[in-house]
């Protein structure tokens, strides 16, 4: 039994060797094959009871923990507001994740002892997997940068057919490689035949190299679909989110602002500038829903357009708020006292990006996406009676966000020329198939990324996120335009490379030119469209293993 546990422990090492962005993702490639092999010897003891299934969740449980605490380990980084760092930021994550892949683990163990048939056992284990995954993009604890798919974004030639599948295709191409691997060695176990081995294992291994090498192929061939052109211009304002941007007043981050935009000689050619997530309005303020067009803050980068750059138009997150009746009030609003008018009222708070026209009424999005935890309660009537504020008290404040009702709807077209934006802030990059509807629904030309990673200082977590936004590029072969407040600020092309970027933690401007596509991928049309053929597949099997237990029991 004690191997066992080094068993559980490498093939947790061997999953955060595989991690991006340092990591070699060949790893993933026989990282769960210890785990498999535990799950297997005892699966095939000869009592296969509850006894049995518990130590499968503690091995599991032990692997999946190692992984995320190694792949994850910058959340560690995060901060409460008064300073401290919040080191359940961390754990609570990388804990409940654990437990999350471990009872998905178990489940498929008990459907392949009851089935009693192999095939049938790890085809449900990766269609499980898939639905897992897909459930993580879904759920109000939404946590999917550990899905398997992702642990390839630091290698994007190797990945170009995710226009066919998305992320969920890698997930599925790790777990067949895994698996085969696996069978291979315990097939070599029972009969000693070399040669079956070797076969085997060439079979396997020509499962990675094959889609490599098709990939490469449509790396090397693609050609990008020109519907024109535009100039965009980026700003990396570099701002600490903890010491700075709550202290910095609204004025000062105006001029810094437009001091950055004054830079540029050829500033008139361009069509969009872009600033990062919540750099508006400053110090102890946020903008008010009601009248947007008259405040203070909007009405000054309006006229600054108007006087210098009237075809231009300004992108840039900033933080909304709304008051409410008690007839009107959303389910995030929070109920406050306004002296001033004698009476209690109910506010929700937005994390949103905005664009400014000359000639257009602003535009808006409100983050869809929240981060569990920081911006969202998740399950709030259920966890907020046992763990109160806690879980909001590492976001900057103690509130929920709000978020729009129909986010699909919020796209952003430039006025003069119809160019469409496909606005996405922060987390909300993370969630391939939500990215795809903007661009199906609204045939987009380029999608804009405004983020704030400088939560998590130089480790690996800005490093990560910037990589991940390849994968919507590749996915939906189009552009990408990325403000970061700290960095890494940049443009990403159709292949999911970087093409132009300031580095983390310099203050900079970035100006490059955006090529526009309303070409649809097959990802596009369809989305998660393999977790559906999963969901049918563990119904079916599922339904097949009741009936196989029934037959049998009756049999007896």
Sequence with gaps: MNYFFFYSILSGILLGLGWPTNGNPLFLFIAFIPLLYIEESLSNSFFYSKKIIFFIFIFSFLSFLIWNAISTWWLSYAKRPNGDFAIEAYLIPVFCNAFFMSMVFIFFSWIKKSVDNKKIGYIFLICIWILFEKIHLEWELSWPWLNLGNGFSNHIDWIQWYEYTGTLGGSIWIWSVNIG????????????????????????????????????????????KNDGSVEVFILQPNIDPYYQKYKISTDKLIFRLKKLMDKKIYFKKKTFIIAPETVLPGKGKKISMENIEKDRTISIFRNYLSRFYPKTVFITGVELYALYHKWNRSKTSTPIFLENENNIRWLDLFNSIIQIGVYENTKIHHKSKLVPAVETFPYKKILFPILGDILLNFGGNVMEHGKSKDPFSDIFIHPNFGIKVVPIICYESIFGEYVSKFIKKNNADFIVIITNDGWWGRSQGYKQHLYYARLRAIENRKYIARSSNTGVSCFINEKGEIISSIPYGKKGILSDKVILNRRKTFYTKNGDYLAKISLLTVIIIFIYTTIFRFYIKNKI
């Design 181 to 224: 691997l696996m069978n291979s060695i315990i097939e070599y176990k029972k009969n000693n035949n070399k040669l079956n081995l070797y076969k085997k294992i060439f079979i396997n291994v020509g499962k990675i190299f094959l889609l490599i090498f098709i990939s490469n192929y449509i790396y090397l061939k693609y050609e990008e």
